[in-house]
């Protein structure tokens, strides 16, 4: 999927959308969003740890998370860029 196709899509299911850079090795402790979160990794490598386990997404690759959800987040050594959109509760 395009950039550009993965915006339109957030667009379209309410989501907010904005690009996002990491820092290389950026580490979060654990902690949870208000939101969902479906993300596009545009460059670099960007790691998800859930209570399932952990997943690295490549360029090319989506990652999704449901608000509420505890998880960490790495960065890859090259860092990251993603497209990431934000879906708020309503009236949140």
């Known amino acids: 999927m395009t950039p550009a196709a993965f915006e339109a899509a957030l667009l379209r299911d309410g989501y907010t959308a904005d690009t996002r850079d990491y820092s290389p090795d950026q580490a979060t402790p654990e902690h949870t969003h208000p939101f969902d979160v ?15 386990g952990s997943r690295t997404y490549r ?11 505890p998880h960490t987040e790495t960065i890859g ?3 990251a860029r993603n497209l990431v959109g934000r879906l708020h509760p309503a009236g949140g």
């Open 38 to 52: 479906r993300g596009l990794v545009l460059e670099g490598e960007f790691t998800v740890t859930a209570a399932e």
């Open 59 to 69: 360029a090319g690759e989506v990652f999704a998370l449901e608000a509420g959800r």
């Open 77 to 79: 050594p090259e860092g």
